[in-house]
């Protein structure tokens, strides 16, 4: 993404020093810094998403010169355990990629000697730190699929293991990539002022309410606005969510996440030389391209900072609607959850 250098140190500066959030600047070369190319073969884990089958389709029908000859081989199909919507998908989507001549192996250990790089696409993000360990030991570059984590504290030891071995990871919701907020991120209406974001916002109990699915939303909020949010409150009804989250600039975004009538995704960019729309969602192919990009490179189209900052985001707005709207610190819930990463990087070894 083509970025300004005083937006760059503007996001480098607010997302490390600002909140704390944890990643010290020699970290963050070490995750993007181009490697040797790697092998075209990938690995899923995870079969519980339709991103799964997506991405094999793709991938396995080998006429898209931009996917680069990479090639679905192996796949491991838990995924979620005890999410009764995306267990029950698991027998159809392991039929689904076997018919595009994808294996399927009993384990994560198994799958990791048969190929270069995974796509970690299990449904439940609370499964993403003990799933992706044995990928980043293995020294295998890994896309997160969202949510990158339950919990702002398992991100930040995936992200503190993946500088530990050298080895670059990200996370996007596809909505990132779409090409109206990518150009908004890109200069088109100069710097952006403030923005509104909109998605789907679907709860699930195992998980802090925007991390399921309203993470779509979040993301498309911080493609355009970066990350410097210090505070946010909440305000939540049956059918809908609202947070809205100064910067430390002074700049307010808003991300509003909806449960009853058509299910969208979009927003509004407010800039200095004129408003924009963002959306429509564009499908996968966006997201699958940079992906690719970065299986080949090693150079991550989304920084560390800016996805930790999102889980804090989403789960302050959790912590506002405990306590009724509250004003909540992005500062503070980091502060918690780096105490609590810190504790189970030191049961990894």
């Keep these: 993404m083509d970025q300004s250098t005083p937006r760059r140190k503007f996001i480098r500066n607010t997302a490390l020093a600002g909140i704390g959030i944890g990643l010290t ?3 963050l070369p070490a995750l993007g810094r181009p490697l040797s190319r790697a092998g075209k073969r990938v690995g899923i884990i995870g079969l519980d998403t339709s ?3 997506a991405f094999t389709k793709a991938l396995n029908a080998g006429d898209d010169p931009a996917f680069g000859g990479y090639k679905v081989v192996a796949a491991y199909p838990k995924g979620s355990l005890d999410i009764e919507s995306s267990v029950k998908r698991i027998p159809e989507y392991t039929e689904a990629v076997k018919k595009l001549g994808v294996e399927i192996v009993d384990s994560v250990a198994a799958l990791l000697p ?4 995974v796509l970690l696409e299990t449904n439940d993000g609370r499964r993403h730190l003990e799933q992706a360990i044995p990928v980043i030991q293995a020294g295998k570059r890994v896309f997160i699929d969202k949510p990158i984590t339950a919990s702002l504290a398992d991100a930040l030891v995936i992200f503190d293991l993946a500088a530990r071995h050298h080895v670059p990871v990200f996370s996007s919701s596809s909505l990132r990539f779409m090409s109206s907020a990518q150009e908004v991120a890109g200069g088109k209406i100069g710097k952006v002022l403030g923005a509104d974001a909109y998605s789907p916002c679907a709860l699930e ?3 802090p309410d925007f991390f399921w699915y309203g993470i779509h939303g979040v993301e498309i909020l911080y493609t355009v606005m970066g990350p410097g949010c210090r505070e946010l409150v909440r305000v939540h009804t049956e ?3 609202v947070a809205v989250g100064t910067w430390e600039d002074g700049r307010i975004g808003t991300f509003r996440g909806t449960r009853t009538g058509k299910h969208t995704y979009g927003g509004t ?3 200095e030389e004129g408003d924009a729309v963002l959306g429509p969602f564009e499908g996968y192919e966006p997201l699958l391209k940079q992906i690719i990009q970065f299986f080949d490179t090693g150079r991550v189209p989304v920084q560390p900072e800016d996805t930790l900052e999102m889980c804090a985001f989403m789960e302050a707005a959790d912590e506002s609607r405990l306590t009724g709207g509250g004003r909540v610190s992005l500062a503070e819930i980091t502060r918690r959850a780096r105490q609590k990463a810190d504790e189970k990087l030191r049961t990894i070894s």
């Design 269 to 271: 960019a407010y800039g």
């Design 51 to 53: 991103h799964a089958v």
């Design 25 to 27: 600047a020699a970290h």
């Design 114 to 117: 048969k190929v270069d790089v």
């Design 205 to 207: 109990k195992t998980h």
């Design 239 to 241: 059918g809908t969510d």
